[in-house]
């Protein structure tokens, strides 16, 4: 074999824990054992025949390992890497954050073999080993172990501090640190610096909880890998930085930590969300080639919008234009400014359309050349969207949307190649034309990934990464009595409120005291199918439809007409069969992960079209008569 484990090359690693990027290290190929997922990155165990240690490919290897390329047992060479301490265990990591492969997989684990001085291998003396790095020997073939300050006498920061003198604080942290891309951040590091673009800046927020009041705000950065990631700051940060940061600047950025991001709320893709403190340090590169991010997409198809409907999460969609409106005044109900909106209507392969509304300057510049080139059908890609109800579904532009025309997409050439070749021709229907108006909270069709509750339960993988939906028909067949039924929310934003000292209710939201509150429905009830049963989470919406009246109306029930009479109510509600579109996500109790199903939109069951579907399910089977 041409290549083979270098020697000692756990000892090197352990001995260089965060080289810098004008170290000369030595080759470091080590054997991959123990290779297994963990999320979406893999773990493994870096072995040089005498010793191991535990490692995790950075998810941006993930696909070398999915496609082969990086196998157990086989040979890498680590070109750049970090080695950790984590915090809440004795032992080290090494990070991976670049590698080569070097040879698939070997038939059995490497182990150094224990030879004699014919081995070519020279020691020197004990007292000169006080930092191991290996080194060719100029006259044997074998390898020779030198004192770490022969090899290198000067560190990194060193060298530029002789050559830069009194260079300014932007380009020192520029030069003395490796500049790192998010894409290889995890909490489990230590030192980074990272050169990032500001591609969204939120207002200063003000909240009050039982611990005080406080400020914040958050900013979005963008490397020029295009990879995203949510920063935010509080309090003594906040202030200290929300001048500092400006829209569409570049930053040198470091001394923060890393967190897993709250799915509920995140705005980027990205696993992790960054804390800044007032102890992080924060550069303008003002003296430096700017760089344009490269913007990643993550296009949803129109006919999958559903789901999105009224929730947080933004979407990508791509599509040919179809129709571009005349500029519109509106005026906001919030201030009375006007602001201008324009509407272009898109469509893609599924043969659906959707509005998208733009305002502002993506109104009045982006919509203008695209009202100028309407008659060439050009074709669009939109980052970060919100999916609201209007119509059914609709699309509605922010201001750190992104607009690309004619994008140099494979994605793009492809729906340009379908919508010249056929889609021009197509009959196209809007995405919201199909949709009742019950079916407006995130609804697709009901008979759409139509599933058995058997298929959710027993495949505990399901929505890992992201929430899936599927569709279903049950009974409810249990509605427990003695749960906590509802909740106290605030009358103008629906948000949870507390008791406020005195009288009256706090609202976190509004930031107001309100002398009344409305009663809103977190209910769990039980749905059986032909195939078993499951637990399920509903909301105030589908709760009212399923109780058939309010939780301020329930309660008054209860404290009138006692508890029999509310047991009654929940018992009427039972073994009737309904339409559910449902969510199915990942829960962390406990360190232990669980299915979380929530019902997304409730309907009756329509006997016709449920009637249509199972005779169009029974074609597909190709049943001989």
């Not at 004990?126 to 300050?149: A, D, H, S, Y």
């Not at 295009?226 to 600047?249: H, R, S, V, Y």
């Not at 697709?444 to 599927?470: A, C, Q, W």
């Not at 232990?592 to 009756?604: D, S």
Request: include cysteine; aromatic fraction near 8%.
């Amino acid at each position: 074999m041409a290549k083979m484990v270098s020697p000692d090359a756990i000892s090197t690693i352990l001995a260089n824990p965060s080289p810098d990027s004008s170290s000369d290290l030595p080759e470091i190929i080590v054997q991959v054992v123990d290779l297994k997922p963990t999320g979406n990155r893999y773990m493994f165990s870096a072995n040089d025949g005498k010793m191991k240690i535990k490692g995790i490919l950075q998810s941006s290897l993930s696909s070398e390992v999915i496609s082969g390329s990086i196998q157990n047992l086989g040979l890498i060479r680590i070109i750049d890497y970090t080695l950790n301490d984590i915090p809440t265990k004795n032992e080290k990591y090494l990070i991976v954050t670049k590698c080569e492969v070097v040879s698939p997989a070997l038939e059995v684990e490497y182990k150094a073999e224990v030879k004699s001085e014919d081995t070519g291998i020279v020691l020197k003396p004990r007292q000169e080993e006080t930092g191991i790095v290996l080194k060719p020997k100029q006259e044997e073939t074998g390898i020779v172990l030198k004192p770490k300050q022969e090899y290198q006498t000067k560190s990194a920061a060193q060298i530029v501090h002789e050559q830069s003198g009194n260079m300014a604080p932007t380009a020192r942290m520029a030069m003395t640190r490796r500049i790192q891309p998010l894409v290889s951040l995890n909490p489990y590091q230590g030192n980074w610096t990272i050169k990032v673009r500001v591609t969204s800046k939120g207002n200063m927020r003000t909240y009050k909880n039982a611990r005080g009041e406080g400020c914040v705000f958050n900013v979005e950065l963008t490397d020029e890998d295009g990879t995203q990631i949510q920063a935010t700051m509080f309090n003594e940060a906040a202030k200290k930085f929300f001048d500092k940061f400006e829209l569409g600047k570049v930053y040198y950025i470091s001394k923060g930590t890393l967190r897993v991001a709250n799915k509920q709320f995140k705005t980027v893709q990205n696993d992790y969300e960054m804390n800044l403190n007032e102890n992080s340090q924060v550069e303008e590169a003002s003296n430096e080639e700017a760089f344009i991010p490269e913007i990643k997409f993550n296009f949803v198809p129109i006919d999958e919008l559903g789901p999105y409907v009224n929730g947080r999460e933004l979407v990508d969609v791509i599509g040919v234009v179809q129709s571009v409106s005349p500029t519109m005044s509106i005026r906001r109900k919030s201030n009375n400014e006007t602001v201008p909106k324009r509407d272009i209507t898109i469509a893609d392969e599924t043969k659906k359309t959707v509005v998208v509304s733009l305002w502002n300057d993506l109104a009045t510049h982006v919509g203008q050349e695209l009202l100028d080139m309407a008659d060439k059908s050009p074709v669009v890609a939109i980052k970060s969207l919100k999916v609201g109800d209007f119509q059914g579904v609709s699309l509605s532009a922010l201001s750190k949307s992104n607009i690309v025309v004619n994008p140099d997409l494979p994605e793009a050439k492809k729906l340009r190649s379908w919508y010249d070749s056929e889609g021009k021709e197509t009959s196209l229907a809007s995405i919201g034309s199909g949709m009742s108006p019950s079916a407006k909270s995130g609804a697709r069709s009901m008979y759409t990934d139509r599933v058995s509750l058997l298929h959710i339960t027993s495949n505990l993988s399901l929505g890992e990464e992201k929430p899936v939906f599927f569709s279903l028909k049950a009974y409810i067949s249990f509605i427990k009595p003695d749960q906590t039924m509802w909740y106290r929310a605030c009358k103008t934003c629906n948000k949870k409120v507390t008791e406020a000292f005195g009288s009256g209710y706090w609202c976190e939201g509004c930031q107001k005291n309100d002398a009344e509150c409305s009663l809103r429905y977190i209910m769990a009830l039980k749905v059986s199918d032909a195939s078993g049963e499951a637990w399920l989470s509903t909301f105030n919406d589908q709760a009212e439809k399923i109780l058939g009246c309010s939780a301020d109306e329930l309660d008054k029930l209860k404290s009138e007409e006692g508890e029999t009479a509310y047991q009654m109510k929940l018992k009427e509600a039972t073994w009737v069969p309904h339409l559910f579109r449902v969510s199915v996500a990942q829960q962390e109790y406990n360190n232990e992960k669980r299915q979380r199903i929530t019902v997304r939109a409730i309907a009756p069951v329509d006997y016709a079209a449920e009637s249509k579907y199972l005779l169009e399910e029974m074609s597909k089977m190709n049943i001989a008569m």
